[in-house]
């Protein structure tokens, strides 16, 4: 009987301990505590909606941030209606065709509390309330800059697509164009992000190699017409086949996706430069520094043949493929210098602008423009307070 009555009371030991060491403080940010349970029940919840990056990491980010925003949320006094946090879980839930409570009923198979989604819906919410209260005045976007979101295919649709990918080009001449078609291959049968950078930076011949391949947020609609279904078709994490390119090999790896109210822009026409110069391109970007538009080439540059200095307006499904690449990632007036030229020679393209495709009869509306304007700015502010909240934290292991 005595050794059955130390059995049990071990055994509760090592339940309380454990259920001690579950809910024990894993950070403290300034005087709240993030508890191991919370970290660990934010794992699962990101592994289960697939968000790119290392969990462990991403949880730890998100919730002291959500930590800080709480903090402000409280210190002005926001409060959250219950039935808000449900609408919140609804359209959460609705992004993949689910409703609110089939989503938590999936959670819990997965062994994931409903408390998780719950604060995480709540402090998305509060956030964007003391957002718009904290920076309304701040982000007021002005007649003229709805203008010229206009002119560059910012107009209104009816919701987009925009995509996180990452990018690698091989370069391949002739004389190795095997060798990178087999490097090429290894690539495409990736599926983490980490293992796609490290590649980017190794073989990549594009600038962001720097950055592992990373690009950053950018509509569907960008992205040359060829290539958008081949990034459709991928889950997260997986790279598109090699995509051949002049002197290159293309690949591409989808990070995230995810449907957005604001407009897709449509572009029935892109107006670019591309100019061949026999110049490294340190001396090439030297030469060009001071362009700001596309006419100030001709004036910099004043002997090119119409061979060096090609001027066109296409449809972008007539764009070559790696110009359209760099063309993506360019607003007007930017110059890219990441197309593949011969050595000592420099080939760069310039985007001059891009005219917006209206459907007939369609009107141009302005204060849905207005809205996105708006929503960018807040953006910026939002992510800008928020770092200087972190840097004035204390943030802490127990």
Known sequence: MHRLILALALCLSALTASA?????????????????????????????VRVPGDPAEVAR??????????????????????????????????????TGDQFLEILASAGIDSSTLRDFVT??????????????????????????????????????????????????PPPRAAAAQAEAERISQLTSPDAFSAAARR??????????????????TDLPPAIQPLILQLD??????????Q????????RDIEEVDAPAPQYGAIEFVELALAASP??????????????DLYGLIPNASEEQLRREILPPAQIQTDIALQLAQLDPGEISFALGAPEGTSRLVMLCG????????QEIDREAIRNQLVSRRLGGLAEAFLAELRADASIREP
């Open 61 to 98: 980010e998100q919730l002291i941030n959500e930590r800080l925003q709480l903090q402000e949320i409280r210190r002005v006094g926001i409060e959250i209606p219950p039935e808000d946090v449900t609408d919140g879980i609804d359209e959460f839930a609705g992004r993949a065709n689910l």
């Open 282 to 295: 340190s001396q090439a970007s030297s030469l060009v520094t001071r362009a700001d538009t596309c006419d």
């Open 354 to 361: 891009r005219t917006p495709v209206l459907d007939e009869g």
């Open 20 to 48: 001690q060491s579950q809910f024990s403080p894993a950070l403290l940010v300034n005087d709240d505590v993030i508890t191991n349970f919370e970290i660990e029940q934010r794992i699962r919840f990101l592994e289960l």
């Open 123 to 172: 402090a998305g919410i509060g956030w964007r309330i003391y957002v718009r209260g904290r920076f309304g005045a701040d982000a007021r976007v002005e007649d003229r800059e709805i203008d010229d979101a206009v002119s560059t295919g910012g107009g209104a649709g009816r919701g987009s697509i925009r995509v996180l990918i990452s990018e690698i080009i091989i370069a391949a």
């Open 236 to 245: 997260r994490g997986e790279v598109t086949d090699p995509l051949p390119i």
């Open 247 to 254: 002197n290159g090999i293309a690949l591409f790896q989808l």
């Open 203 to 220: 073989v990549s011949a594009l600038p962001s190699r720097g950055r592992g391949g990373r690009l950053d947020w950018q509509p569907l």
